[in-house]
T-cell receptor
Framework: DTGVSQNPRHKITKRGQNVTFRCDPI?????LYWYRQTLGQGPEFLTY????????KSRLLSDRFSAERPKGSFSTLEIQRTEQGDSAMYLC??????????????FGPGTRLTVL | GESVGLHLPTLSVQEGDNSIINCAYS??????FIWYKQESGKGPQFIID?????DKRQGQRVTVLLNKTVKHLSLQIAATQPGDSAVYFC???????????FGRGTSLIVHP
């Protein structure tokens, strides 16, 4: 257990529905990242936050995806009008984020989304 | 952009043997490299990292070697155990980016 928690662990939804996932990072970690992982692939970056500011978004993050980190602690990732292609594992990671260096990211257990 | 790839999708070893998992990266500006272990149904677990000012780093039963000339890194696991069976990912980040690019992973299978 890395100290990063994600909820729910599994989500099954019907196409067209909206879903929201939550991530609680390790306390005192300033940076929070969202990734998507499909079977047989490595994690693909979606977006990241430095405290409450969303600083970078991948072009994978279509306008149906939105992420927030309102108080610089937990974060939510919402997918609107889900499509079958959204089925994947959604991973959250956090890092200490002090200074201008790339630092170690610690991952949560992920939320597995299945869109029927 | 960065491209990161592992040489073999699957590696089978006997318990007690040493394992070597190889990884190649494309961006000569990459300066931070990480190895993760992922067990089925779980998130990636940090194993070890190395910055470009080093060519070797050791942890508990693991060693990472970095060869910047040929843009290659490897993860060596000593005395491999059944609990080491998992998918291993390498990732690389370029200077100024906090976001590493992950390779596809090598599945390590340890036979008792």
């Amino acid at each position: 257990d890395t100290g990063v928690s994600q909820n729910p662990r599994h989500k099954i939804t019907k196409r067209g529905q909206n879903v929201t996932f939550r991530c609680d990072p390790i306390s005192e970690h300033n940076r929070l990242y969202w990734y998507r992982q499909t079977l047989g692939q490595g994690p693909e970056f979606l977006t990241y936050f430095q405290n409450e500011a969303q600083l970078e978004k991948s072009r994978l993050l279509s306008d149906r995806f939105s992420a927030e980190r309102p108080k610089g602690s937990f974060s939510t990732l919402e997918i609107q009008r889900t499509e079958q292609g959204d089925s994947a594992m959604y991973l959250c990671a956090s890092s200490l984020g002090q200074g201008k260096v790339t630092d170690t990211q610690y991952f949560g257990p992920g939320t597995r989304l299945t869109v029927l | 952009g960065e491209s990161v790839g592992l040489h073999l999708p699957t590696l089978s070893v006997q318990e007690g043997d040493n394992s070597i998992i190889n990884c190649a990266y494309s961006n000569s500006a990459s300066d931070y490299f990480i190895w993760y272990k992922q067990e089925s149904g779980k998130g990636p677990q940090f194993i070890i990292d190395i910055r470009s000012n080093m060519d070797k780093r050791q942890g508990q039963r693991v060693t990472v070697l970095l060869n910047k000339t040929v843009k290659h890194l490897s993860l060596q696991i000593a005395a491999t155990q059944p609990g080491d069976s998992a998918v291993y990912f390498c990732a690389a980040a370029s200077g100024g980016s906090y976001i590493p690019t992950f390779g596809r992973g090598t599945s390590l299978i340890v036979h008792p």
